[in-house]
């Protein structure tokens, strides 16, 4: 499939989608907008059942059939993937984007040699002859700092949950992905072996300049390592930017709970963390879906907030932020 990378473009853009859930009658995702540049880590972070993992599935065509795009669209390159015949939309996935998932443990069949599963992912995508195959494969366990021919040899229980996400992040990258979709990758790994699995991600980014949606519920994460990040709550974008900026002035109050609540390293740890109030399931349907947690709540939150620009790419949807708290966030 030839493609063509629009000049000056983001390789990935999520217009206006929204993603429901017919027989519910309920939308989970609402008129969502999202870029991702060429060569960037874009950060989408929220709590458990903010939308994150539905996002992912709607780049990668994968819904399940009882949800359904009912508006928007999502561009990758110059492909409109939300109006691709699931044959392109297939040949797109494990080639041009990439997919990890937190649980690595499902990602090889366990009774293969993981070898004979790398060589049979790269056939199933090109003519390869099976030795130039696991020529590849070696290549490719050895990038990511595993020993390549005991791996290759290995059945996948024989091998650490780290090591089996290396391997894993390996078939992902043979194919030097356009877009890598890393959903909670560090999740089910230790703390140690998570961070050394997001600081290989950023290596093998920068190596392959290929863009990244690391999505994550662990703001430290998403700080540490993206470059643009998005806020996510009940199905929404609550604010976006670049990282430093957001973390530096966060406008939506959902965003300053998120970092007020974080754990940070500091000499004066107070007894307690400020707790985020309330819970991630409370979602006001029809207005603002933070409105039900939200301090600052009033009437006017019962219709949704248009998007804001703060300054730059830094944008809030939020009614109460004042036309004067963005003229000082401006300035400053
Ligand atoms: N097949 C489905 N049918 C109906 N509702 C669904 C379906 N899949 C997900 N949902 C709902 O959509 C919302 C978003 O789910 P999603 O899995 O995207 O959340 P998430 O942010 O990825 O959460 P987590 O961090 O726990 O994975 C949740 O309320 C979830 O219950």
Request: glycine share 6%; proline share 6%; with cysteine.
């Amino acid at each position: 499939m030839e493609m063509v990378k629009p000049v000056g473009g983001p390789i990935l853009e999520v217009k206006n989608l929204t993603i429901s859930a017919p027989s519910l009658k309920k939308e989970l995702i609402k008129s969502m907008d999202l870029a991702i540049q060429p060569g960037k880590m874009l950060g989408l972070i929220g709590e458990s059942g903010s939308g994150k993992s539905l996002t992912a599935a709607a780049i990668l065509g994968l819904l399940p059939p009882t949800l359904q795009v009912t508006g928007g669209k999502i561009t990758f390159m110059d492909l409109e993937i939300t109006a691709l015949p699931e044959n392109k939309a297939r040949a797109l996935r494990g080639r041009d984007i990439a997919y990890l998932s937190q649980n690595y443990q499902g990602f090889f069949t366990p009774f293969i040699k993981i070898g004979e599963q790398l060589v049979e992912v790269i056939q199933s995508h090109g003519r390869m002859k099976k030795s130039e195959a696991k020529e590849k494969s070696l290549y490719w366990l050895d990038k990511v700092s595993l020993p390549a021919q005991r791996v290759y040899d290995s059945y996948p229980y024989q091998l650490s949950g780290g090591m089996l996400q290396r391997a894993s992040i390996a078939s992902a990258i043979m194919f030097r992905p356009k877009l890598i979709i890393a959903d909670e990758p560090s999740t089910a790994l230790d703390v140690l072996t998570g961070e050394r699995i997001l600081d290989l991600l950023v290596e093998l980014q920068q190596e392959l300049n290929c863009s990244v949606l690391l999505i994550s519920h662990d703001l430290n994460h998403i700080i540490n390592r993206t470059e643009e990040m998005a806020v996510m709550y009940g199905g929404q974008i609550v604010e976006q930017g670049s990282t430093a900026e957001v973390h530096r002035n966060p406008v939506h109050p959902y965003t300053q709970m998120l970092l007020q609540s974080r754990l940070k390293l500091s000499r004066n740890i107070p007894d307690r963390l400020p707790a985020m109030e309330g819970e991630a399931a409370w979602v006001e349907k029809s207005g603002c879906p933070f409105a039900p947690r939200c301090k600052w709540a009033s009437a006017q939150c019962h219709e949704i907030p248009p998007m804001s620009k703060i300054n730059g790419s830094h944008l809030v949807a939020c009614h109460a932020v004042s036309a004067e708290r963005m003229k000082a966030y401006a300035r400053s």
